[in-house]
Structures are given as C-alpha cells and as structure tokens.
C-alpha cells in the first residue's frame, strides 16, 4: 500500500535552514506529483507547494515563496523541502502528501504522510 | 487570508444529516476537494472531483456544487465522523492550491 514517512523535523533556531525529507513506497513515484502541506499547532492545513512528477516545475505559497526548495529524487523515491530563513511562525507539522491522478498536477491528495514537526525557537 | 470560507463550526446529531459548506470566487471554476482529519491524525481524502469517493469512504458522504459554494453533505452521522473537514481547490490562476479554513464537525 501506499506510504509516505517524513523526516528530518526538530528544533531549529530562527533564522536558519532545515530540509525535511518524505520516503514514498508503494507506487510508481515517478510518475506523480507530490505536496508539501503544513498545520501550525491548533490551526488548519495550509498548503505550501507542488512538484511536478518529473521534477521540471514547482509551484510555492506566496507565504513561502522565496524561502521554500522542493526537489525530488524518482531514484530513490523520495521528495525534499528545504527552508530557509526560519521564523517562529513556521512552526508547524509538515506533511507531504501524494497527488492522485498520474503525471497531473491536482487539489487531490489521496495520500498524506503522518507529518514531521518542526519548531522554531531559540 | 485563505481564499475559501468554511463556518468553523457545525455541529450535528447522531443519525442525522449535516451539510458543511466551502464558499470560494474560484470555485465558480475549479472543484473543490474535502479532507476529514481526526485529532491528532494525518487528514484523509473523502471527496474528490464531482462527487467521487475514494475506496473505503462510506456512500454517506455525498457532495454538491451551486455556484461559488461546494458542499459536503454526511448522511446518518455517526460518532466517528466527529472530525475536522477541509476544503481545497485551487486559486485563480490554477496553478497554486487553497485550503479553507475547517469546519470542525461535533456529533451530539
């Protein structure tokens, strides 16, 4: 079955960078586009970026834009996030989450990870 | 500011039916998703597209378009369906997506 396991959260001072990393297994990851979905503490999701199935086009949150890499690596099966210019306000539970339709960018997220959280403080 | 509205609240009696709704200018062209998410668990897909469950979702879980205001209606509501919903869809470019934000269902 489909699964995705993120790692890489922790704390992290403001101001600095941290990459996250989300292990698929159970489909063809090359061939699905794949999300970055967060949720800070008590609050809803909010969506953050996509990454086409092939690697060639992402698309960002304004609120993150510029401060927000996704790549990924179909060899290994495996989508990244790197952030830099941390604030306090990023604190949060990062998901990634599996795109449904194959080679296509939708809203439709069939499968999501169990979230990683990352806390920014000093 | 999110750029779908969703009641923060709804609540419910058991064996009843409860509409949660998602109002949004985009979505007059983009359909609109639903999310349901138990406390502290990851969110799970419960409608997708014009009306489409994904496998395991029961037939009680139905959804409505009417203009700039998609719906998801749950029929029978039972204690498990105690949950936070979610709608996303996408902005007015097409190219970004929007979260409203929840609808936390309380089932009386």
């Known amino acids: 079955q489909v699964q995705l396991v993120e790692s890489g959260g922790g704390v992290v001072q403001p101001g600095r960078s941290l990459g996250l990393s989300c292990a698929a297994s159970?489909?063809?990851?090359?061939?699905?586009?794949m999300h970055w979905v967060r949720q800070a503490p008590g609050k809803g999701l909010e969506w953050l970026a996509v990454?086409?199935?092939?690697?060639?086009?992402?698309y960002y949150a304004d609120s993150v834009k510029g401060r927000l890499t996704v790549s990924r690596d179909n060899s290994q099966s495996t989508l990244f996030l790197q952030f830099d210019s941390l604030r306090r306000e990023d604190t949060a539970v990062y998901y990634c989450?599996?795109?449904?339709?194959?080679?296509?960018?939708?809203?439709?997220?069939?499968?999501w990870g169990q979230g990683t959280l990352v806390t920014v403080s000093s | 500011s999110s750029e779908l509205t969703q009641d923060p609240a709804v609540s419910v009696a058991l064996g009843q039916t409860v509409r949660i709704t998602c109002q949004g200018d985009?979505?007059?062209?983009?359909?609109a998703t639903w999310y349901q998410q138990k406390a502290g668990q990851a969110p799970i897909l419960v409608m997708y597209?014009?009306?489409n469950r994904p496998s395991g979702i029961p037939d009680r879980f139905s959804g409505s378009t009417s203009g700039n205001t998609v719906s998801l209606t749950i029929t029978e509501t039972r204690a498990e369906d105690e949950a936070d919903y979610y709608c996303?869809?996408?902005?007015?470019?097409?190219?970004?997506?929007?979260f409203g934000g929840g609808t936390k269902l309380t089932v009386l």
């Open positions: 989450a599996k795109d449904t339709v194959v080679t296509t960018r939708t809203n439709w997220f069939e499968a």
């Open positions: 159970g489909f063809t990851f090359s061939t699905y586009a």
């Open positions: 996303n869809s996408r902005d007015r470019s097409g190219d970004l997506v929007v």
């Open positions: 985009s979505l007059r062209s983009y359909d």
């Open positions: 597209g014009k009306n």
């Open positions: 990454i086409s199935y092939d690697g060639t086009k992402t």
